[in-house]
């Protein structure tokens, strides 16, 4: 009940956070600024190369301005338990705006799909989601045998500080506070082998990793 209610909280505070952050901000300056940045993460990650319509991908926990942006090519879905409320509040996302991307709403532990992936991307959003185990169990479901999942995380640098972040709101945008290590054992307990694991930024709470991971053939 409580992880559920932190969960709750978070959503509401990620709305709010949204729409704090673009208020004054151009929505046709934000969407081209945008782009550029997710250029940029996949040319660091060496994936430049996957935007073609012989790529199946999914953008899960995709926000509103998700990396879906810059696959124009590709078959994409996106998936994201606010995503009406984003359309609806945020005039920086249209749907319209992506006719090759098939928006849904849901949350990622209970995304179901008739297609499995190529690649699955969940980037900001592992932190956020309300069950933790199932939605790693579920990255692992989504993706085809030997697909790629790339996963972007948050992860404490300070024991004492996730312990104190476990149990009181410190950080109310995301329910789960874990280390990096932790975060790496979850994923290999369900199946995934990491190729890459990259500290895209530094702090002194958190540092922001990206990983590249992917699935062992069953």
């Known amino acids: 009940m409580f992880r559920k209610f932190r969960w709750v909280i978070a959503q509401a505070t990620e709305l709010w956070w949204w729409k704090s952050y673009l208020k004054n901000k151009n929505p046709n300056s934000y969407k081209d600024w945008k782009i550029a940045y997710w250029k940029k993460l996949l040319e660091h990650l060496n994936l430049s190369n996957i935007n073609t319509s012989n790529h199946s991908i999914l953008d899960i926990g995709c926000g509103p301005a998700g990396i879906f942006m810059v696959f ?4 994409v879905t996106a998936v994201d338990p ?3 409320k984003y359309e609806e509040k945020l005039p920086h996302f249209r749907r319209t705006d992506y006719p090759n991307v098939t928006f849904e709403e849901g949350k990622l532990e209970n995304y179901c799909s008739k297609l499995k992936f190529d690649y699955v991307f969940c980037i900001n959003a592992i932190n956020h989601v309300q069950n933790l185990p199932k939605s790693i169990k579920n990255l692992s479901l989504l993706l085809v045998d030997n697909g790629q999942l790339i996963i972007s995380i948050d ?3 300070n024991n004492w500080l996730k312990k104190l972040f476990q149990i009181i709101p410190g950080d109310i945008l995301h329910p ?4 990096l290590k932790e975060y790496i054992q979850f994923l290999k307990e369900n199946g995934f082998f990491i190729h890459k694991t990259i500290a895209y930024k530094t702090g002194y709470i958190f540092n922001y990793y990206v990983l590249v991971a992917s699935k062992k053939s069953s």
């Open 72 to 75: 124009n090519q590709a078959v």
């Open 82 to 84: 606010l995503i009406l």
């Open 155 to 157: 992860a404490h640098n």
């Open 176 to 179: 789960h506070q874990y280390n």
